[in-house]
């Protein structure tokens, strides 16, 4: 088992420009977060991705969106990137439904950094 | 005043001594409480997860939660150098696969042999 992967792992762009970060989930998860942990803070939720629809959003301007696709996997973009961009994006993934003990695995992360 | 507070340490402790990790909170209505590890360069990893108050216990790990004074700890004992890293709680108003997680900053520990 893969576990949830990332890609890629480091990543820089310039300010202006647009940025897709991508997630596979673990085998048998069938929803994915997004979060962005900055240096020295805890993980903020970006959003939730369940049945290929955004199921939850957390405070992000539209400059971040999303997508799933039909086998689970999912993409972040990120436009018109500005320097306050920068941060650890994590993926996590768990299985919808799985009851008062659901479990989110997290990936390794995309470290995106704007110059 | 955050939703949770965290005390971001760093924390230093000799091999072997029992390490106690905190988090308070001001939200009420949080009953699913959960502490995760993460690695430098690496994600976070679930250690304990725990609903509403009481103690629940894991090997080395003891997490225990007071909704009363809205305050939760981790408890490590006979820690190891491999036990060093952040230490983040994290806690949700809600079960199931669609809640939102609120996190608090991470306690950097350092385990020394």
């Known amino acids: 088992d893969a576990g949830v992967t990332q890609s890629p792992t480091h990543l820089i ?6 940025v897709t970060l991508r997630c596979s989930p673990k085998s048998g998860h069938d929803t994915v977060s997004w979060y962005q942990q900055a240096l020295g803070q805890g993980p903020q939720f970006i959003f939730q991705y369940y049945e290929e629809e ?25 436009n018109a990137l500005l320097l306050g961009d920068s941060a650890l994006y994590l993926c996590a993934s768990s299985l919808a439904d799985s009851g008062i003990t659901d479990t989110q695995y997290f990936g390794p992360g995309t470290r995106l950094t704007v110059l | 005043q955050k939703e949770v507070e965290q005390d971001p340490g760093p924390l230093s402790v000799p091999e072997g001594a029992i390490v106690s990790l905190n988090c308070t909170y001001s939200n009420s209505a949080f009953q699913y409480f959960m502490w995760y590890r993460q690695y430098s360069r690496k994600g976070p990893e679930l250690l304990m997860y725990t609903y509403s108050s009481g103690n629940k216990e894991d090997g080395r790990f003891t997490a225990q939660v007071d909704k009363s004074s809205k305050y939760i700890s981790l408890f490590i004992r006979d820690s190891q150098p491999s036990d060093s890293a952040t230490y983040l709680c994290a806690m949700s108003a809600r079960a199931g696969n669609n809640r939102k997680l609120i996190w608090g900053l991470g306690t950097s520990l350092a385990v020394n042999p």
Do not use: A, I, M, W
């Open chain 1, 54 to 78: 955004e199921r939850q959003r957390g405070n992000f301007p539209d400059r971040f969106s999303g997508h799933q696709f039909p086998n689970y996997s999912s993409e972040l973009n990120v």
């Open chain 1, 13 to 18: 762009k310039t300010r202006g420009q647009q």
